[in-house]
């Protein structure tokens, strides 16, 4: 992952300063020094890690500061702050409006990925309820109506585009007016790739730009782009002035400090960033939630954000657990869920301590792990797959014969049966706190219910365990065990219970009485 690496120099250097127990100037400087070196190597600017110096040495003076306070809180919200400046322009992107045609025109260089962003966005809107179409006025590259058509085709999205004509400015208009006419609200043009060396192809970008008036330009940024970031986005802001920036490639082993660099010489903020290859690889950038996950604390939001957009369908798991019940199906059903939210390290990322336990696992392993427990569970006959799993136990046999019909071992149907077991206790005695709940629900009366409910359901909430099974997911720390990721919630900071942490993702009683109208 992109700036994984200068993401843990940095962590690093906070974590060392804030456990030593002499907490001087010294180690503050030497702090300041190992994380403007990680800065400089991941190709940030030399200027602004010179600026980002000063801001943290002004805002952490130890001359100046009072006997109570706390330096160890104060050096990290300084190191957060300073970071999250580097990537916030403050200025607020174009959004665009239901109901009137909005033209999103894309600039970059060669071979940034620009066609298949314009895709990305296209669905991205298409699925937030938009008309969503594409046009491709790259009359240059051979080949490049091709791919937007095959991508616009897979994602079912509409475009246009011309064989035969050679002006992109041309192309484009006629592509806009076109989708004008059939009321499309997000109309995305995408461009040939150019460069600031060749002055006629960015006369042929302000061509375009003046044929469809785009009211929004968005410049492709390659995160492995490196030290020529500034120089080139310069050149386009000055000829093009767009108004956002998407980086891509962040899956890559690339710096990334680069693209960085283009934010804060344009002073352009950055809206989306590619995060692979398939059409829903496209995360919405926040300043705050990307340097949070940077350092390693997560991103719940960004997380709970992620797991309503795939809109799993949890209806009949949430019936089961009301009624204290988890079967073998519900456990595969959580699986699937699970192989539905993509890589496990794009996940454990945005979970508060567990990019840290991922780190020694690979992507391609858990997937296989995980595809290996649901072959498990689809070698079972209807009846297993319905059943508490007591008839393994009382049947060893039936274990023998699901290993030999999965390609899998013994141990591993244990395994998998261990874990059913622990989360249909889980099941169990939350359906018993949701019964408890619709029962005082009926029997209270008067103005103080509602408080009566809050108060109740806080109880609920502080009990360890409660929301596992319903978040959307399985246990996550005793499947981290079973990929081979280390120590499961343990590991994390604080000893952080992950049940109580995926109630946040609005699965905990969804459609399961009031108790789950109360939450939300």
């Known amino acids: 992952m992109v700036l994984q690496d200068l993401g843990r120099r940095i962590n690093a250097a906070v974590s060392d300063l804030t456990r030593s127990s002499n907490l001087d100037e010294k180690a503050f400087d030497s702090m300041i020094k190992e994380i403007c070196s990680a800065l400089l190597e991941a190709d940030v600017n030399v200027r ?102 095959q991508n616009a085709t897979k994602a079912k999205i509409p475009y246009y585009g011309s064989l035969t004509q050679t002006d992109p400015a041309v192309v484009a208009r006629e592509g806009v007016e076109k989708f004008k006419k059939e009321r499309f609200e997000i109309i995305i043009v995408d461009t040939s790739g150019r460069h600031r060396q060749e002055d006629a192809l960015f006369q042929e970008m302000v061509d375009i730009q003046n044929a469809v008036k785009p009211d929004q330009t968005i410049m492709v940024l390659d995160a492995s782009i490196g030290q020529q970031a500034e120089a080139q986005s310069k050149a386009f802001k000055e000829t093009a002035d767009f108004g956002a920036i998407i980086i891509t490639k962040t899956d890559g082993h690339a710096s990334g400090g680069g693209a960085i660099s283009a934010v804060a010489a344009t002073h352009t903020p950055i809206v989306f960033i590619g995060t692979g290859e398939h059409m829903l690889d496209l995360e919405r950038f926040a300043p705050q939630q990307f340097v949070s996950k940077l350092l390693g604390m997560g991103d719940m939001q960004g997380l709970v954000e992620h797991v309503q957009s795939l809109k799993l369908d949890q209806k009949d798991t949430m019936k089961h657990i009301a009624e ?29 301590g567990m990019s840290g336990m991922m780190q020694g696992m690979d992507d391609e392993e858990g997937s296989m792990k995980l595809k290996r427990m649901i072959y498990i569970c689809d070698s079972m006959t209807a009846k297993e797959l319905d059943s508490d799993g007591k008839m393994f136990i009382e049947q060893p046999t039936r274990m023998t014969r699901i290993a030999c019909g999965s390609g899998t071992s013994v141990r591993e149907v244990e395994d998998l049966l261990t874990q059913h077991k622990m989360m249909a206790g889980m099941a169990k005695k939350m359906g018993g706190n949701m019964k408890n709940i619709q029962k005082a629900q009926g029997a209270m009366g008067g103005g103080n219910k509602q408080q009566q409910m809050a108060a109740m359901q806080k109880r609920l909430a502080s009990m360890g365990g409660a929301g596992g099974a319903g978040g959307g997911m399985p246990d996550m720390g005793s499947l981290m065990k079973m990929f081979g990721g280390g120590g499961g919630a343990g590991g994390m900071p604080g000893g952080m219970d992950m049940q109580a942490m995926m109630k946040q993702m609005g699965g905990m009683m969804g459609g399961a009485g009031g108790a789950g109208r109360g939450r939300r």
């Open 324 to 352: 204290g019940v988890f079967t073998v199906r519900d456990l595969r059903d959580q699986l699937s869920n699970i192989m539905k939210m993509g890589p496990l390290s794009k996940m454990a990322g945005m979970i508060p």
């Open 48 to 149: 602004l890690v010179g600026n980002l110096r000063k801001s943290i040495k002004a805002s952490v003076n130890f001359k100046e500061l009072a006997p109570g306070v706390n330096k160890k809180r104060l050096i990290q919200k300084a190191v957060f702050d300073e970071l999250v400046k580097l990537v916030d322009p403050h200025a607020e992107p174009f959004k665009p409006k239901k109901g009137k045609s909005n033209v999103i025109m894309f600039v970059g260089l060669q071979g940034a990925g620009k066609t298949t962003t314009c895709t990305k966005l296209a669905r991205h809107y298409q699925s937030r309820g938009f008309k969503a179409c594409m046009v491709c006025a790259d009359t240059f590259r051979a080949g490049a109506f091709d791919q937007l058509k």
